[in-house]
């Protein structure tokens, strides 16, 4: 498998798949996670809990990392100029991509190559990524702020969770995590757990987005505790670009 990878963004065998996210009061789509599926010549699509894990052990995740940048960039602004809206295209960041050192140098890049606008993008980060190294994070995460982008904390509440990354991160978004939404409304532990990260975000300042919402309670529970937006099944599972464009067709 890991021989197989080596070169499948240059075969073109990598596919995007785009998350709608949406206003949890209107239920509009207001912008997507772009997510990686690599298209096995004998496996079929493979998703990528099967090779994520593997590219970052052979030294593939950057180049997998820079294409799903570049492809992410080039279709939401190609979205845009299409008259489907300024929608906010969130891409994720491997460990190995924020170490590197030359992320920003890339986002600026691809940003203008493509013509998609800073404040549409969001960068997705995790706990764990940002406390390895807390002063270098926080530089990057300033120079990344510099160039307009948004910045949010994936699956907020399941890593290390200290408050006080909170207050030295110039974090944009809070993305509550799954686990803690699986059992919304029935669970008052969760139901509490939620409202908290929900006030926490919105007293500094951040939007809250939920993830793994799959039920019209789970998101009636979230419009009543305040949430900003969500993703999940109950709308959308992932989805090739051509049926995201559908989708985002069938609202105008």
Request: overall charge negative; charged content about 20%.
């Amino acid at each position: 498998l890991g021989s197989a990878l080596r070169g499948a963004a240059q075969r073109g065998e990598l596919r995007l798949h785009y998350q709608p996210k949406l206003d949890v009061a209107s239920n509009r789509i207001v912008g997507a996670e772009a997510l990686v599926r690599w298209q096995h010549p004998e496996l079929g699509l493979v998703p990528p809990l099967r090779f994520i894990g593997l590219a970052e052990e052979l030294g593939l995740i950057n180049g997998i990392g820079r294409w799903v940048m570049q492809t992410a960039c080039r279709d939401a602004a190609q979205w845009a100029r299409d008259g489907l809206g300024e929608l906010k295209i969130a891409i994720n960041v491997a460990k190995p991509q924020f170490q590197l050192g030359s992320l920003c140098d890339e986002l600026q890049a691809t940003m203008t190559a493509t013509g998609l606008q800073p404040r549409q993008l969001v960068v997705e980060l995790t706990e764990s990524m940002l406390m390895d190294d807390v002063d270098n994070g926080r530089a990057l995460m300033h120079e990344m702020k510099a160039l307009g982008v948004t910045l949010s904390i994936d699956d907020f509440g399941t890593g290390y969770s200290s408050l006080s990354y909170l207050k030295s991160f110039p974090l944009d978004e809070l993305k509550i995590d799954r686990s803690f939404v699986t059992d919304l409304p029935d669970s008052a532990s969760d139901v509490a757990i939620v409202r908290a990260i929900i006030d926490l975000g919105h007293s500094l300042g951040m939007s809250v987005i939920a993830e793994g919402i799959e039920t019209d309670e789970q998101r009636e529970c979230m419009q009543l505790l305040g949430c900003d937006n969500y993703q999940g099944f109950l709308f959308s599972k992932p989805v090739p670009v051509d049926a995201f464009v559908a989708l985002l067709k069938q609202q105008r």
